[in-house]
């Protein structure tokens, strides 16, 4: 049994808890069973659009049309259940349409809602916007036809072929939806006249014929390169609709269509399919399917290709994803309704209270996502309503607001009054409750300005000891309204009455800012905008006018009436700078006057120069102004474009920006706040700069942030840029959550990134979430910023994002397109990027035929990296004539051929001499992976390089030498002692036998010579005499050998040289001249020929060296200076010119005893042949010649 009542309990418990609170948890009391549903009808068809609602009776039901209520009659009447009947639709002009936007607005005793938008269209179908137009094809290309038109709903597009209909989907012929015919492979059959039928449930409409005209083909078809002829275009499609791209190519071959992503996301194979030959359909499109998609053209087999991009944006009508949800409040509490919605566009939120569009003001006030009601009043116990809407739809939510009442509260202040006491203060002064007076604790002060709408509201908080105030923060010459609340510690009183009052004039706070421009040389046209109300303080009365010229400093001074706001300065000089300024008065007396402004008046010889332009200048933001402009229709003159300066009120003018003649507005950006900027504008032609219009403008200020101590709204977020093309960037971003309802306006910065020069700096302006970035350079990588305009408010700038647009497919072919022959059958082309900016180049593309080949059509195709610019053309054929052209490519297509350049190889290159190629080098050039590596400049700097030092080395050869003959006449001074030198001596030597150990001896020694202390020496003996030693072999380069015939030839060019002459002796004789053979080469080729071994050949038998004890030793046969030998002997000798004898073997002669020592041996070995060794030394050294000999032979 207790278990029985403690349920029962329970039970009661909860319907007495539940049931008081369920109307404001459920709200149940008033809601919508069926809502209004777009819809098409045709004209005097019958229509019904549902409304039904339930909750507490009585319920009233009535109709809006575009929010004006519907007058009932006998063809459009409500239905019991609260429907709308309209029994013929009828689609006259004006209001007397029945198209627009509907909407059921229901109220019972609980407030009132209103039913989502609902459209009634009358079908309709209008005329053709674009006509299909007669082509000419050739054969075996492709044709497209066209047609445009707007209808409702959307009309079904066919194709008459010669007044027959043609199939939808064929293989060759495709019909889009949108109204496009596509023709692939046309044959002559399809010549013939094509029209566009468009059907809708309204009427049917045929286009005009187009003509199709088919020509022959040209034989042989000559390749061509893919080009899209009808690419996609940038579209917006509504979800679950279908979209559709074109993608439409022509070359030979035939190119292969292919779709991508630019995000490189996968495209959906489940709602997307290819329609005819290369076009893209999307079927039930969401959101996901938005971006920008890619179409490819590629001729098969091959790298060449060209690309078309457009941009899919999906629109969706808003979605709720936060509702506000029903309160409960104390009267004078707050109450704060939140309602979040997206969408594509972003959905505008609307708040309504029964019904009917919430006001802001002191009290109540609205942001983008929340409503938020101050010192609730028992008037603001209503439903609240939440609207989302945008171009597809509206979608609402609603809310309802309780207000609870309490009888232990104070009533209101009583008796308010208000007193004027200066321009910017009132007193106001009211007496105290009439209840529970004595309960108060303090009074809150509530004004506002009483004209316009959405004005803030501002409070002050008093004590309880005192009933009156001055506010004394005011502007002039304004009407404001006021009311008190009184406070207890259980809540606040109601309002009290409403009292006006207005403040009193002040003189004007700033003057006019002047606009200036000239008619004629002779003349300035001052205007000026009236003074809003917060700068004029009260009604201005009369305005004063000085000028003067800047060489002058006596000033004129005109005074205009309040009423005007222009005047005209006449008889003034022509092309002088005139200074004006103005100020202005009210009934208090004078303002601040102006700062001087600068204007020049036109020269008296400018009449054929175009006039000054009507300027408008027109504050964005508290940072960015925007200049509009037209030209004067009386003016006649052409125009070549505009200048544009601006600069800050006593600061320097900045450069001119210049401006195309098509160009009517600029907006200037990157300004401070509160400043005074002067803005010039000017057009110009070939003739000169013509008349100026001057203008003064302030930007606003962002006064809200520092007065009102408001934080600045945050920065747009989630800022993303998407490349669309070479030229355009799309941008998009997302909208701060707690911004108001106000409009909100968006500053886009666009700049390259590195860029230096501010003034280039691109500023744009957009209300919507989205901006698509026009007119950008290809290829270059730029910065992307954002910041919101709200209320005076301005955001800082958002976090930049970077995005780089495409390359642009080149435009230009390679420069400097050359063939050289390097070898028999192989070719080295070179060529110079394009001579363009900002266009990346992937690969090259060189095509080489022969020109049997070429009139056949056939091409060699060789591709490579878009790094290198050069390329070997192989196996090329004896006797023939080669053309050869070039293109650059990149991802996005490919760029002209350059000009065909004539090449000619040599039927027998072998036979002839090739200039270009080396006859002295033992190796051909060396190639890598196919690639020449030296350009041309390359291999002419390392011909200069190789011609100078062979020069050089020349030089120093020369010197060599001369210094050699200068130390041996030297030498040969020195030794004059003994003279008597003659045959016979040479003979007396000869006949004398020479012991095996007889001594060498040497009269004299040079000062270059040693002997160390154990008797060694470093002179080096040869047949020619002391030899002077080098100290490094390794520098040795070049070794010369000479041989000399056997028998004596003329003595012609012999000198003897002279010395003293004893039996026993050894004598040294010095010559003055090296005597060479006529036969013997003197070219630099031939002095510089070396054989390979630049050490000296270690097989020679006549020269010997010393060993380290300095004697001189018979065993070591090393020789480090001279060359002998047949194999050393140079190529331009001859058999003749060694006369049969060779100087490497005298042993081998007959009757030579072989006892003899070998020092004796070799000593007439010597005198024998007659054999002049001649070694080359350093430059710093000479060579002595030492004859052991009677009778010296001749030297060669």
């Known amino acids: 049994m207790a278990l029985v009542k403690r349920k029962l309990y329970q039970r009661l418990l909860f319907f007495a808890v539940f049931l008081p609170i369920s109307g404001v948890l459920c709200f149940s009391e008033l809601f919508f069973i069926k809502e209004p549903h777009d819809v098409t009808a045709m004209r005097r068809e019958a229509v019904i659009l549902d ?19 519907v007058v009932e009659n006998e063809r459009v009447y409500m239905l019991s259940n609260g429907s709308l009947y309209i029994s013929e639709v009828e689609s006259r002009r004006g209001d007397k349409s029945d198209e627009g936007l509907y909407q ?19 079908a309709s179908i209008s005329s053709f916007a674009i006509q299909p137009t007669s082509i000419v094809v050739t054969q075996g290309s492709v044709a497209r036809f066209s047609c445009k038109i707007s209808a409702h709903p959307p009309p079904i597009i066919t194709w008459e072929f010669n007044r027959v209909t043609l199939p939808l989907s064929t293989e060759r012929i495709t019909v889009l939806p949108s109204g496009v015919l596509q023709i692939h492979g046309v044959q002559r059959a399809d010549a013939g006249n094509y029209r566009c039928i468009a059907t809708n449930i309204a009427s049917r409409r045929r286009s005009t014929e187009a003509t199709l005209t088919v020509m022959p083909a040209p034989s042989p078809q000559l390749p061509q390169r893919p080009r899209i002829i009808a690419g996609p275009q940038n579209i917006s499609v509504s979800l679950h609709q279908n979209a559709i791209l074109e993608c439409m190519a022509t070359g030979n071959p035939r190119p292969i269509i292919s779709w991508s992503r630019a995000d490189s996301k996968s495209i959906d194979v489940y709602n997307t399919k290819v329609l005819g030959n290369g076009n893209l359909i999307i079927t039930d499109i969401k959101p996901q399917h938005g971006g920008v998609y890619m179409c490819r053209a590629t001729t098969p087999g091959t790298r060449n290709y060209t690309v078309a991009s457009a941009n899919v944006t999906v629109l969706a009508p808003p979605s709720l994803v936060e509702w506000p949800e029903s309160l409960t409040r104390p009267r004078a509490g707050t109450a704060r309704f939140v309602c979040q ?7 505008y939120i609307t708040w309504l209270k029964n019904g009917e569009k919430v006001h802001s003001n002191g009290r109540i006030k609205m942001y983008n996502s929340k409503l938020v009601i101050n010192q609730i009043i028992p008037e603001d116990d209503a439903i609240y309503q939440c609207q989302a809407e945008n171009e597809q739809g509206s979608v609402l939510s609603m809310a309802r607001l309780i207000v609870v009442m309490s009888e232990d509260r104070p009533s209101a202040p009583r008796n308010i009054r208000a007193d004027t006491v200066s321009s910017s203060a009132i007193l106001l002064a009211w007496e105290r409750p009439l209840y529970n007076s004595d309960k108060v604790i303090a009074y809150s002060v509530h004004y506002m300005k009483a004209e316009g709408l959405n004005n803030e509201e501002y409070q002050v908080v008093i004590g309880n000891d005192t009933t009156r105030y001055i506010i004394d923060d005011l502007e002039p010459a304004r009407n404001y309204t006021f009311y008190v609340v009184a406070y207890m510690p259980m809540g606040a009183s109601r309002m009290s009455d409403h009292v006006f009052q207005h403040t009193l004039e002040d003189v004007p706070l700033r003057a006019p800012e002047l606009s200036l421009t000239s008619n004629s040389p002779m003349d300035i046209q001052v205007s000026w905008q009236p003074l809003p109300d917060k700068l004029s303080r009260g009604r201005v009365s009369a305005y004063r006018l000085a000028f003067r010229t800047s060489a002058e400093n006596t000033v004129a001074q005109v005074e205009l009436p309040g009423e005007k706001t222009q005047h005209l300065l006449e008889n003034l000089q022509p092309d002088t700078i005139y200074l ?51 030209l004067a229709p009386r003016n006649s003159a052409s125009v070549q474009g505009y200048r544009l300066f601006y600069h800050e009120e006593s600061q320097a003018e900045n450069a001119p920006v210049q401006l195309r003649a098509s160009a009517n507005t600029h907006t200037i950006g990157g300004l401070d706040p509160r400043k005074k900027y002067h803005v010039k504008l000017l057009a110009y032609n070939f003739v000169g700069d013509g008349y100026q219009a001057d203008q003064t403008i302030s930007t606003p200020g962002c006064v809200s942030v520092r007065d009102r101590m408001v934080p600045p709204p945050p920065p747009p977020h989630n800022l993303y840029a998407k490349t669309n093309s070479s030229t355009a960037v799309l941008l998009h971003w997302g909208r701060p959550a707690f911004t108001s309802s106000h409009a909100v306006n968006y500053t886009v910065r666009c700049n390259p990134v590195g860029l230096q020069n501010a003034s280039l700096v691109l500023y744009l302006q957009t209300s919507e979430q989205s901006l698509l970035v026009r007119d950008l350079q290809p290829n270059t990588r730029y910065e992307f910023a954002a910041r919101l305009h709200i209320d005076q408010l301005s955001s800082p700038w958002s976090p930049v994002v970077y995005q780089s647009t495409f390359p642009d497919a080149p435009t230009l072919p390679p420069s400097n397109v050359k063939v050289t022959m390097i070898e028999e059958d192989t070719a080295l082309v070179s060529w110079k990027p394009p001579d363009e900016p900002n266009v990346a180049v992937t690969h090259y593309t060189i095509l080489y035929a022969s020109r049997h080949a070429w009139i056949a059509g056939e091409w060699q195709v060789l591709q490579r990296e878009g790094s290198i610019t050069m390329a070997l053309l192989e196996n090329l054929k004896p006797g023939h004539f080669y053309l050869v052209k070039v293109s650059a490519s990149n991802d996005m297509g490919d760029g002209p051929f350059s000009h065909m350049v004539e090449l000619t190889v040599r039927a027998d290159l072998s036979s002839g001499h090739d200039p270009r190629l080396s006859r002295g080098s033992a190796h051909s050039t060396a190639f890598s992976d196919g690639f020449y590596h030296l350009d041309q400049k390359s291999m002419t700097g390392i011909t200069v390089g190789v011609c100078i030092a062979l020069i050089c080395i020349i030089i120093c050869a020369f010197i060599i030498i001369c210094r050699g003959k200068n130390r041996k006449f030297s030498a040969v001074k020195m030794y004059r002692e003994g003279e008597n030198t003659s045959a016979s001596a040479a003979a007396h030597l000869s006949s004398l036998g020479q012991a095996e150990s007889a001594d060498v001896t040497v009269p004299m020694m040079s000062q270059n010579h040693f002997i160390d202390t154990k008797g060694g020496t470093n002179l080096i003996i040869n047949c020619l005499g002391p030899v002077q030693p080098s100290t490094e072999k390794k520098d040795k380069w070049f070794s010369f050998s000479s041989n000399v015939k056997k028998d004596n030839m003329s003595v012609q060019n012999m000198r003897h040289g002279t010395t003293s002459f004893q039996p026993g002796t050894t004598v040294l004789t010095f010559e003055e001249e090296l005597s060479m053979s006529p036969d013997q080469p003197t070219t630099p080729q031939a002095l510089l020929w070396s054989p390979g071994d630049t050490e000296g ?16 030793s018979h065993d070591e046969t090393e020789m480090t200076n001279l060359s002998s030998g047949p194999s050393s002997r140079p190529p331009s000798l001859t058999a003749e010119d060694s006369g049969g004898s060779d100087c490497s073997s005298p042993a081998e002669e007959p009757g030579e005893p072989l006892g003899k020592s070998q020092t004796d041996l070799k000593l007439m070995e010597s005198i024998k042949s007659g054999c002049c060794h001649q070694e080359p030394q350093s430059c710093s050294q000479s060579a002595l010649s030492l004859q052991v000999c009677g009778h010296v032979p001749e030297c060669v």
């Open 1097 to 1112: 050949s270690s097989n020679s038998e006549s020269s010997h060296a010393t060993g380290d004890s300095g004697r001189y």
């Open 341 to 347: 919605a997206e969408g594509v566009p972003t959905p």
């Open 104 to 122: 059921c607005l229901a109220q019972n005793k609980y407030g009132a809602i209103l039913s989502q938008k609902a459209r009634l269209t009358i």
């Open 51 to 69: 409304c039904q609602a339930h909750g507490e009776s009585p319920i009233d039901v009535r109709w809006l049309k575009n929010g004006v209520k």
């Open 580 to 630: 004006l300024r103005i100020v202005a008065a009210t009934s208090i007396g004078w303002g601040e006057q102006s700062a001087w402004t600068s204007h020049r008046t036109p020269k008296a010889s400018s009449a054929r120069v175009p006039l000054a332009p009507d300027l408008h200048l027109e504050p964005l933001n508290c940072t960015t102004i925007l200049a509009r402009w037209q």
